[in-house]
C-alpha cells in the first residue's frame, strides 16, 4: 500500500536549518511530484513548494525561495525539504504529499506531518 | 500570491445543506479549474474531498460537492452529518506554477 512516512519531531534554535525527509513506499517513486505543506499551530494549510522525483526539478511559493530547498534520492525513494534560518514562526507541522498530475493541487496520500519547533 | 477567502466558520444542523465559499483572484481561481477541497479533523491529517473544482475522489461521498463561478468556488455538503464537523480548506493552482490555500473554515454540526 502506499505509504509516505515523514522524519520524527525537531527542536531547533534560531538562524539553524532543519531537513525533514518523507521516505515513500508502495508506488513508482518517479511518477508522482511530491508537494510540501506546512502548517503552524493553531493555523492553516499553506503550500510551500513541489519537487519532481524524476527530474530533481524543483518549485517554490515566491516567499519560500531563496531559504527552502527540496532535494530527492531515488535509490532510497524519499525527498527532502530543508528550511535554512530558522526563525519563530517556522514553527509548524511540515507535510508531505504526493500527487500523480505535476503541479496540480490534488494531493490523495500525505505524510503523518513532522513538527519542528523552533524555540531558543 | 495571497491566500484564498474563507469565511472562518459555518454552522448547520443535521440533514441541513451547507456550502463554504473559496474567492481567489483572476491569477488563480478565476483562471483555472483546478481547485481542491480538503477536510482536516482535529490532529489529522487533511483529507482530499474535491479536485478540478468538482471532481471526487473514488470513495468519497456524494454528498460532497464542488462548483465555480468567476474567481469563487464553493463547496457544497448536503445532509450534513456530526462526523463533518471539521475544518475544510481549498486551494488552487495558480500562475506561475504555484499553489495558494485559503485561510480555512470550521464547520460545526450544530
Known amino acids: 500500500q502506499v505509504q509516505l512516512v515523514q522524519s520524527g519531531p525537531e527542536v531547533k534554535k534560531p538562524g539553524a536549518s532543519v531537513k525533514v525527509s518523507c521516505k515513500t513506499s508502495g508506488y513508482t517513486f518517479t511518477g508522482f511530484y511530491l508537494h510540501w505543506v506546512r502548517q503552524a499551530p493553531g493555523q492553516g494549510l499553506e503550500w510551500m513548494g513541489w519537487?519532481?522525483?524524476?527530474?530533481?526539478?524543483?518549485h517554490f511559493a515566491q516567499r519560500f525561495q531563496g531559504w527552502v530547498t527540496m532535494t530527492s534520492d531515488k535509490s532510497m525513494r524519499t525527498a527532502f525539504m530543508e528550511v535554512s534560518s530558522l526563525k519563530s514562526d517556522d514553527t509548524a507541522v511540515y507535510y508531505c504529499?504526493?500527487?500523480?498530475?505535476?503541479?496540480?493541487?490534488?494531493?490523495?496520500?500525505w505524510g503523518q506531518g513532522t513538527l519542528v519547533t523552533v524555540s531558543s | 500570491q495571497s491566500a484564498l477567502t474563507q469565511p472562518a466558520s459555518v454552522s448547520g444542523s443535521p440533514g441541513q445543506s451547507i456550502t463554504i465559499s473559496c474567492t481567489g483572484t483572476?491569477?488563480?481561481?478565476?483562471?483555472?479549474?483546478?481547485v481542491s477541497w480538503y477536510q482536516q479533523h482535529p490532529g489529522k491529517v487533511p483529507k482530499l474531498i474535491i479536485f478540478d473544482v468538482n471532481g471526487r475522489p473514488s470513495g468519497v461521498s456524494n454528498r460532497f460537492s464542488g462548483s465555480k463561478s468567476g474567481n469563487t468556488a464553493s463547496l457544497t455538503i448536503s445532509g450534513l452529518q456530526a462526523d463533518d464537523e471539521a475544518d475544510y480548506y481549498c486551494?488552487?493552482?495558480?500562475?506561475?506554477?504555484?499553489?495558494?490555500f485559503g485561510g480555512g473554515t470550521k464547520l460545526t454540526v450544530l
Open positions: 519537487i519532481n522525483p524524476n527530474s530533481g526539478g524543483s
Open positions: 486551494i488552487s493552482y495558480a500562475s506561475s506554477d504555484t499553489g495558494v
Open positions: 504529499a504526493r500527487t500523480s498530475r505535476g503541479s496540480l493541487p490534488d494531493f490523495d496520500y
Open positions: 483572476s491569477s488563480d481561481v478565476g483562471s483555472f479549474d483546478y
